[in-house]
């Protein structure tokens, strides 16, 4: 499962963000608020939720889950009204930025406009300057408000000519959401890189990052928005536009393998069915001599629970979770520091001891986690470790709104397979393979020339151009914004 | 996994306590927060902690997670000392009333003691008021400061004899940590209804609830501290005593159904083997023709599992729960309370549609919950449901420390099996029999005259008398103290 | 003394700023916090700093006391840098808007600039506007932000030349100052309406709004900036500019009156001096036959121990003053809220009852704190009740800076000074006239056809447009900003 | 003026606590908070309220000031009865010892009682002693809580004889308010050094520290509770008691001096006229060859006042005082800390620059405070500096519930009257004499073998034993029970 990550570790990655929007339901800001709660895996730093109700657009934004913020009585009424959208955030600075938490508003000349996307803009650094340039004062260091800016200086004459016209200058991912005080608009980028899906409630339109944002509500599935499809919802329905020039669907494949819900389904397939079955190809793919498969939890148990059965071996939790590990725990003191990730993790060593295990996780990232759990596994007695992974070695970092670390700490780009299953001290260490993880996602194979997903971050094969960090400096970007002086 | 109960359901019981002590370490206190960590299904609401620096006692207390209040460098600073004790706590009132947190301290003539206890003391109320015609001033509604005042009281000479002397007064459930300015003391009522161990970290003496608060810092399992068994641990090592008679074991069985953690091992038993070896007796006794296993997370998994492999059916998450649910979640309007259980819970529509789904959870209580997970499972295209539980019907409240209802509450005291299903909504309800579950505990088969472990909740039978709650009115003794004005 | 309105009380007048900058000391920022302190007077609902360390600006806004948030350690520790502004705030919303409190910062093409304020643009509103058409995008309702996006969008080449520019389209009142990478900078308008001062503190230059913020600091009174002077001060030294056309200073007069700190010295005058000097001309211009002069504390201290010495009266503390009202004292019951002003003030019985009192008051605004005050001082036994007021009678509201209520709630709008004496129940009552109020201010009498002084509040004569309140409606522009949406 | 004191500066004397208590009003809790309000320069730090509703105790204790605590609705709400008790608490610890706020409340085995008091035990120690060995547990290092325990141990048979029994064993000075289900009690302690007056609202009783607690709340002054009696107040009416032996009144002289407010009438005096003659004794004892009086604000002006017409100078503000120091002003840095008393109040240049002054203050402790404030009207051009002192050099601390420095750090301890005009650096230095003050207040001059009033702080004659602290070290009780370790 890709819930639970309740805590900051350097050895995942983060999603930064999901949206929702809803036009035509007098419950707009509850609704939202259940729906940001069921997207909270994309994103547990903040969340805001802006709404319109005929007259002005109120908004709310606040730190930490939506369950602890949003469901207050007076919060939510003051986000009247029966048109709103939400925004969760992963923030990606760690700093207490209130200015960067999303939906983002303008009050333009001819009217009010909120907007929230996921994703990442990759030349977002080079129109804000040209921006400056032209007079316009940023307030925070988030993409979004380079979009803002973008509409408020268009010289188009009508709303959704200036949006058009400034959504077309973006490289990137973006699956956005905004309203006006007559619309409720959705946009994703030409590739479809996030997702984004329609849903109907009695009635009124419903715009979120994830099926399971439909569920929460009882709403029907409508469709995927598809990739570089702009809709535009408001009394008299909806108009669907396709203003840019496409060349075909780049779904982010590793939604798939880690950060959507399992319940969720994303262009057709249940994420879960395509976990399992990444677990029923690594098995064939790479096979284990072994007594029993033990998940890492959370998010390593569809793929086990297809590993062990595509084995043929049991499955059990071999590894223990503590559920209740706070938002803040620091390690008490250095001595203690070194016990590490048993804050988080016990091993259930009555039924390890003694036994070859596979250990079956979604990833690695920097590869100290699974060090960690090696260890753990090894001091209850396993006699014997093999780790399979439910992804291809990750190699590249993403610029498409994953929060992964610069490639020079990522452990598959500076070893061998063979090095990292000495670095993690296991038995065997097997990876799926591309293709493999291709067929889980219902492909044939993959497509070299042209892949039917992006899978930059384990083939290297970015499908835009990376205009803020050509050179493949990560850095530069944060280095350039984080410095801007803002208001908290 | 009986982890995760970050909610505070209408429909779950609840541990009250589990306590930790160590002696002999330069980090006791840091210790001894990450064994309170690891003891925090045990009690979410509040804990405390108290060392010994060898010439003042340190005490800290805090509402919410260990994670979030005890990691705080200051407040572990403050608790310097080679001992310590603490408690976390889950409030059976809701009130915030930091004067019923754990440890309790009082400086008697000949020095300080500090007292955490788990467990409930059935003739607490009774012995107050005794203590209070001689002049005792209570400033809890706590049965531990109870303990003080006897001590306080005792005319014995020494220490250990008054602390004897008042223990021997006691009836009901305890198992108790406690610090002097010399010693470390734990005991465990004559039934040994609640769990205690003792373990060993490099020489550093350690008592805790349950096992894994010894895995969690490297300690080794020493023993189970026995039913009615004092330890008195200094610096010349430790010291056992015998000073109460007793009848046998009688160690609460629910605590193998859900309260412990799966990777603790009680006497003996792994608590996860137990679980799972529930759902293989289930299967036996309560098969079912059904496609899939579904558990009702997290608490149902191991016996799902158990039950699967028992019946020969493919086990699946067939549930997805939210993790992020938070502390507070307030169900946002009246239109949306309806939407009910979906908070936490999501059916994963894909693997169950169609599909004849055994759910099998750990207990049903007022029913509602189970209500609200088969109706979502039902939703969500099932074509059959089969509940199984993993425990018998609980019909009778607990009175040594857990949070039940009141017996006009519980669905198995109101209805039979079949009205219980009907109620529910399945197509066939089964749980486990009272033998079925000693089996897989371990025994041949209950002990009808004098049971091996307290199984009340399931058989009405308890081990020791009632005297605050004669009458079986379980209300009366909070009602009396609730209103006792106090301090927060 | 103008110290003390810790309540924000009906009929108080109340200012809404004060500014502070130094440049060229490595203290800049504690200096900064100093200065405000001493500033608290003119707004106590919020502060914030700017300071610029060579490489970065650094900002911290809070709401409270300087004394409660600007003097913790870590938050100086961020505020690094050798120059800084600052401004202290009186909200005149009485919401929570962090986003409006000053100073204001943006980062243009060129570079950085920060802003604070003084007094009140009359004219922002419809410039705000004019902006939005351009493609500006506003992020609060404050004045100052329009000064910001005049100088993104000026089309000069250099900063200066951006900067007077765009202070040449502005009407109304202000005091600013401001810091850029470079330089300190400081304006006042071409009326001089509010204050402003230089100050040198051992070769570092200081703005501030009183000489009692130089004095806390134990800089050296240089000069007050001369209205319409703008002067910028780097490391070369400081430089003075004439840019606007001027028709004569119009400082405000009721700063002597009330708004100011008696030990400041404004254009050579004693604020003490003037205020104690009213009260002799008081004395002069409405005698009273009475037993002894009690200032109604503390803003009537300094006229009335004039009154008592032109008069020939004793001076007494018949009116006790109550310093720990706190920030936010609610009166707690309907029957309690009828006891009124005493949480405030005591009448000292001992020395009132039977005698005939003179009340001194700076001023009259909506009547009823007086009207309270009269009725204390005859339920204490005082024979008559004479009030004498320390300035002409308010019947205008003031657009440059000071929080005054709409006209028709102004007293002495509504009422004669007979009707007025019968409403507050004084035996008699007598207003300083205007001349009397020149005279003590050093004039030989009011120039009426060009005032020198603005005293629009006691004339109704304002000294520039109010293009956004044309028609007299001061509520307008409130009413169309304050719907803003906006962060917090 | 005595209020004010809202900076815990080393070098003022403090008050630790004033009381309240109403018996029969409906507002009772409200009432207490009003009356608490008043009272407020008695304590700043906590303050607690217990009321009875008929059935139950009802408690709240808060941190801060009144107005920002007590009025919430929700605090007055929980309040509930017509019967209730309040404190206001100056911490002497400094801690955030929440335990020690009084009123203390405990359930004795014939129903509850809350007590507050005012003063100083000074046997506490030594009887808590002998309470512990008798197995009283201890909560508190309060000496209130000492009486709760000696009442709760009595072996008399009724209340009033168990209360009696105890406060005969007390020794020091104690005004004190109670609450039973039944009664309100108040008891003065024979030598009566601590105030306490009996007043009457529409019928309610009411008993409070000062009158001006009664003048809030539009109460009747009775009469003051004379040394020595009790008062027990119910239904039935008020019975008056004097179960002690007494030696005659000893009413604490510096109550007139500095604690009471001026507004307050105490044994038939008005505190502010004492405060006036005492100036006018001093013009008297002490004259200065000066060109106007200055008083060192607030305490100073009634003094200064009384000075001024008795030497026939002018009064001036010469020194002004800000008044939003806020309640936790840190001085930023080092070099900021030695411009020392400025933040608090500054010099009236203009009035005092080339002039003969005369300060007037109410007393000297240890001198710095006087010697930065000399220091500060010299840097603002005072040609000479007269300090005159409304009190008598103070050279011994006070065991009467007034925290004053240990003896050593006294300046007039230290040194002699010239001496100390050298170290405070004025032209010349006078006291009020001990005969001097006892006019001021009344007397025809000091009864030497028996003085009218406590006046040890100024005599070294103490009028009764100091058990806790023989060997006059007074830090030994302090010491002793710092460190109980306790809940906060």
Request: aromatic share 6%; charged share 25%.
């Amino acid at each position: 499962m890709s819930e639970g990550n309740q805590l900051h570790e350097d050895d995942n990655l983060h999603e930064e963000c999901g949206v929702f929007g809803i036009y035509g339901h007098n419950d707009a800001a509850a609704l939202t608020t259940l729906g940001l709660h069921s997207l909270q895996h994309r994103g547990q730093e903040a969340a805001g939720i802006v709404s319109f109700d005929g007259k002005q657009f109120r908004a709310e934004r606040h730190r930490g889950l939506i369950g602890d913020t949003f469901t207050q009585a007076d919060v939510l009424s003051r986000l009247s009204g029966s048109r709103a959208i939400g925004h969760t955030r992963y923030s990606t600075t760690g700093g207490d930025e209130m200015r960067n938490v999303q939906p983002f508003f303008a009050e333009f000349a001819g009217g009010g406009f909120a907007v929230a996307h996921n994703g990442n803009i990759t030349n977002a650094l080079k129109i804000r300057r040209e921006l400056q340039r032209e007079g316009a004062i940023f307030h925070s260091t988030s993409d979004t408000e380079v979009i803002l800016h973008m509409i408020a200086m268009s010289k188009q004459a009508h709303f959704a000519e200036r949006l058009i016209d400034s959504l077309r200058r973006l490289e990137g991912a973006f699956s956005l959401v905004g309203i006006t005080n007559k619309k409720l608009i959705g946009c994703r980028d030409p590739l479809g890189v996030r997702p984004l899906v329609l849903g109907d409630l009695d009635g009124a339109y419903i715009l979120a990052s994830e099926t399971c944002a439909l569920d929460i509500i009882g709403a029907r599935y409508v469709r995927d928005v598809k990739p570089g499809e702009l809709v535009i919802i408001d009394d008299t329905g909806i108009q669907s536009m396709m203003p840019f020039e496409t060349s075909g669907s780049r779904f982010c494949i590793f939604e798939y393998v880690y950060f959507a819900r399992p319940d969720s389904v994303i262009s057709g397939h249940s994420v879960y069915r395509v976990r399992k079955q990444i677990g029923v190809e690594l098995a064939r793919e790479m096979p284990a001599d072994a007594d029993l498969v033990v998940p890492v939890p959370d998010s390593g148990v569809p793929a086990a629970i297809g590993f062990a059965e595509g084995a043929g071996l049991p499955f059990e939790l071999g590894i223990i979770r503590n559920h209740y590990v706070g938002r803040t725990f620091i390690q008490p003191t250095d001595s203690i520091r070194h016990m590490g990730v048993k804050l988080k993790h016990n091993a259930n060593r009555a039924m390890i001891e003694g036994k070859r295990v596979v250990l079956v996780d979604d990833s690695i990232v920097r590869g100290t986690t699974s060090q960690k759990i090696v260890q753990m596994v090894r001091d209850a007695g396993a006699a014997e470790v093999h780790m399979r992974i439910a992804s291809p070695p990750t190699i590249s970092p993403c610029f498409y709104g994953v929060d992964t670390p610069e490639k020079q700490k990522l452990l598959a780009h500076r070893m061998s397979v063979e090095e990292m299953a000495s670095f993690i001290r296991v038995d065997s260490l097997g990876f799926i393979s591309l293709d493999g993880l291709y067929r889980a996602a219902g492909e044939a194979s993959r497509n070299g020339d042209l892949p039917q997903y992006c899978d930059a971050c384990f083939s290297g094969q970015y499908p835009t151009e990376l205009t803020d960090s050509s050179g493949g400096d990560k850095g530069a970007k944060v280095a350039l914004l984080a410095e801007h002086m803002g208001r908290k």
